[in-house]
């Protein structure tokens, strides 16, 4: 431990739908298998801004106050009594997750499907919009010096568009279809493109989100209320919903090529209504993911090499005393992606 760390530090707390205190803390006791890292760049997800916003998401509800904050980054201050001391001074990108060791899922490999899971930001564990988190060792992932601290967050959810290419099986030459051009959405396109895609056509209702999904990886766009995705004929290899609308997956269903696979990650339409003749007769596989394991090597030498630009879709920088306004302007036009900095 360094003798200089403070006793206390301060934190964004959400106490009630749309209501958040910047609060003094104590700075988390370490485990013996954890590392403190004073936290540099927070991304702000569509998740918290659902629970600030409702004080809930789908089965989740927030009953007591809750840091929210799962996409982090920064430097490591002080190791638990079994990490090596010389990790401090390290930048690290932060795997918001605490599975159980001896899950079944998790000695599958699946640990990100543990039952058990404690991770960042949901009700009863704290987040990282505050100066300091504790993470196991393991899970603060070294970034090289040309990874800025705003990219050492956002490897969080770059995580999630990796987990989705595995999981689609993108390759050199797939033909690939996005819907919903929000950060997710981009971030799929980018990740497609540097597995090999040859084309990524996305659709967005939003003008302004389509002509950013063509900044960012996207081979054509479409605007799903003039043409419906479905009826183009565009036997793709690969359906990724990032929207959560109920047209957009119906619609991607249909565009899917016979022995197609079609990724669900976007949160919206809890129940959606799907073309089961369509799934039956070109044997579509169809799935979800929930969030990722073991991608964070994957995600960090995406972007370091360039094959992937997280920096760019960073549209503005917040303090701590400005989560409430980074949250309420998230879905501002222009807005992609809101970082914040808990150090100001
Ligand atoms: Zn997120």
Not at 58 to 73: A, R, T
Not at 152 to 167: D, G, I, N, R, Y
Not at 289 to 316: C, H, Q
Request: a negative charge.
């Amino acid at each position: 431990m360094t003798a200089s760390l403070p006793a206390t530090m301060r934190a964004s707390v959400l106490l009630a739908p749309r209501v958040l205190e910047v609060q003094e803390r104590p700075v988390p006791a370490l485990d013996p298998d954890q590392v403190l890292v004073e936290v540099a760049a927070v991304g702000v997800c569509g998740s918290d801004v659902h629970f600030w916003h409702d004080g809930r998401l789908g089965d989740w509800v927030v009953d007591e106050p809750l840091v929210l904050g799962h996409e982090s980054g920064g430097r490591i201050v002080a190791v638990g009594r079994d990490v090596d001391p010389a990790r401090i001074g390290e930048r690290v990108s932060i795997e918001p997750q605490r599975p159980t060791p001896f899950s079944r899922e998790t000695l599958e490999g699946r640990y990100n499907l543990d039952p058990h899971m404690r991770f960042y930001a949901t009700p009863g564990v704290d987040g990282a919009f505050a100066q300091y988190v504790a993470i196991q060792s393991h899970f603060a992932w070294h970034v090289p010096d040309e990874v800025s601290d705003d990219a050492a967050a956002l490897m969080e959810p770059l995580s999630v568009a990796v987990a989705t290419a595995q999981k689609a099986a993108v390759t050199v030459g797939s033909r690939v279809l996005v819907t919903g051009a929000g950060p997710i959405g981009v971030l799929v396109a980018q990740v497609a493109r540097a597995y090999g895609a040859s084309e990524v056509v996305m659709s967005d209702i939003s003008a302004d989100r389509r002509a950013e999904a063509l900044r960012f990886g996207a081979t054509h766009v479409v605007d799903p209320l003039a043409e419906d995705v479905g009826s183009l004929g565009l036997d793709v290899d690969v359906f990724v919903d990032a929207s959560g609308a109920a047209p957009a997956v119906q619609g991607g269903v249909r565009a899917v090529r016979p022995a197609g696979r079609v990724v669900l990650v976007g949160m919206g339409a809890a129940e959606i209504a799907l073309p089961i003749p369509v799934i039956q007769n070109r044997e579509l596989l169809v799935t979800g993911v929930f969030r990722y394991a073991n991608t964070w090597p994957t995600a960090i030498e995406l972007v370091r090499s360039g094959k992937v630009d997280v920096d760019s879709m960073v549209t503005g920088h917040f303090g701590l005393e400005e989560v409430g306004a980074a949250f309420a302007s998230a879905n501002s036009p222009g807005v992609l992606k809101s970082v914040v900095t808990p150090q100001r």
